[in-house]
DNA sequence: GAAAAATTTTGAACAACGTTCAAAAAATGG
DNA sequence: CCATTTTTTGAACGTTGTTCAAAATTTTTC
């Protein structure tokens, strides 16, 4: 029967994520070994491949776990009723963190780079959209006569430049600063970017 | 006499260099290879570990040159008689445009991690602080009265939040956009964020 | 249920890296 | 010109990701 045979499939599949996700949180993307993966799960070196197309494609599985980790903490700290401003604090702060909290998680979404020959898979690129589309709404409600698609890019710009400044001050000299003032200095980035907006709205 | 032998040092150093850079430039700093930058240069592979460290340390010393590539050209594009928000405005544009112009020695400038054993040297971190003092002159002009520290917090979080505009715009998507469309969107950024802070100021 | 056929799993072997270091080559000095 | 020191060399090593023939297992057939 072919039934168990995917079963099993995809029992090591997910134990082989499971585990990849475990090295990357504890060492880092940049320590992640095919050995050390198959060895926490208990298969052979080859297994990963009958499951994986390489190593990149694994790799790529945990970030889409990472992604929908990110996406549930943040649509958990939405709070419809509040001001378009203050939602959009709420989202930087939801985001940097979920960046804080799952460090090395959160970096391997970006330090992956996979090769040339070997672009990222559509789906998995579409998993990144929702960040735009969640950041989005609160944008058309800021500014409610720009279009659609200039509101995308908008959207776009803005996760750009919050991705930047978590990333800078997570990674940079300054770390450190205690996680209170990260966190009041995205606060007050975030609300000169919202009250510029306003004001160039008006 | 030691004088030759230093200067024949001294002389490798920098032909490998030019070559590693040329390497980056065309393929990217994933594809750069000790075997390549050694043969490109016509010496031994091993000559090169007389002279770096390791590899990482060759990366460091392309990027100390494009750094400072990237300082003559943001310098050259000051002009002090303009308002602050437009100082900013041609900082970030400035930012932009050394970007695509050099794509892969700019994406190197942060792709490269060194290894956890052994972190850049402090000469290398000093040198990206002057991306942060150029930003800080018009952000003392817009906003006066704010601490020294607090200011130079202030310009690491817009330097994060350009860089993440930037980052975003050219290694996404949505490449297909016109370089036009990414300078007219990361300007409107830039002066929304002034005008969010000129107006929180008063 | 045993033998044959198909499938799955294995891990030794391979190629491509960065890095090392004993030996060769070159430079120095007396 | 030879001895000594210094510099350069590139074969060899250790560690990677990846492959694939063979072993182990499962399924099918009679």
Same mark, same amino acid.
């Given at each position: 029967?072919?039934?168990?045979?995917?079963?099993?499939?995809?029992?090591?599949?997910?134990?082989?994520?499971?585990?990849?996700?475990?090295?990357?949180?504890?060492?880092?993307?940049?320590?992640?070994?095919?050995?050390?993966?198959?060895?926490?799960?208990?298969?052979?070196?080859?297994?990963?491949?009958? %499951?994986?197309?390489?190593?990149?494609?694994?790799?790529?599985?945990?970030?889409?776990?990472?992604?929908?980790?990110?996406?549930?903490?943040?649509?958990?700290?939405? %709070?419809?009723?509040?001001?378009?401003?203050? &939602?959009?604090?709420?989202?930087?702060?939801?985001?940097?963190?979920?960046?804080?909290?799952?460090?090395?998680?959160?970096?391997?979404?970006?330090?992956?780079?996979?090769?040339?020959?070997?672009?990222?898979?559509?789906?998995?690129?579409?998993?990144?959209?929702?960040?735009?589309?969640?950041?989005?709404?609160?944008?058309?409600?800021?500014?409610?006569?720009?279009?659609?698609?200039?509101?995308?890019?908008?959207?776009?710009?803005?996760?750009?430049? %919050?991705?930047? %400044?978590?990333?800078?001050?997570?990674?940079? &000299?300054?770390?450190?600063?205690?996680?209170?003032?990260?966190?009041?200095?995205?606060?007050?980035?975030?609300?000169?970017?919202?009250?510029?907006?306003?004001?160039?709205?008006?």
């Amino acid at each position: 029967m072919a039934r168990k045979t995917l079963e099993k499939r995809e029992d090591l599949k997910l134990r082989l994520i499971e585990a990849a996700r475990n090295r990357i949180a504890a060492d880092g993307l940049s320590n992640l070994r095919a050995r050390d993966v198959t060895q926490d799960v208990g298969c052979a070196l080859g297994g990963l491949y009958t %499951v994986f197309a390489d190593l990149d494609d694994l790799v790529i599985h945990v970030n889409s776990a990472t992604l929908k980790a990110l996406e549930a903490s943040l649509t958990l700290t939405e %709070v419809r009723d509040h001001s378009p401003a203050d &939602r959009l604090r709420n989202l930087a702060r939801g985001y940097l963190r979920f960046a804080v909290t799952h460090r090395n998680l959160w970096k391997a979404l970006f330090d992956h780079r996979p090769p040339d020959d070997r672009p990222s898979p559509e789906w998995h690129l579409e998993e990144h959209m929702f960040l735009m589309g969640i950041i989005a709404e609160p944008l058309a409600e800021l500014q409610p006569n720009m279009s659609e698609t200039a509101r995308a890019i908008r959207a776009r710009t803005l996760f750009g430049a %919050v991705h930047g %400044v978590v990333s800078i001050s997570l990674e940079g &000299r300054f770390v450190g600063l205690p996680i209170e003032s990260l966190e009041q200095e995205l606060d007050d980035f975030i609300l000169t970017v919202a009250a510029g907006a306003a004001a160039r709205q008006a």
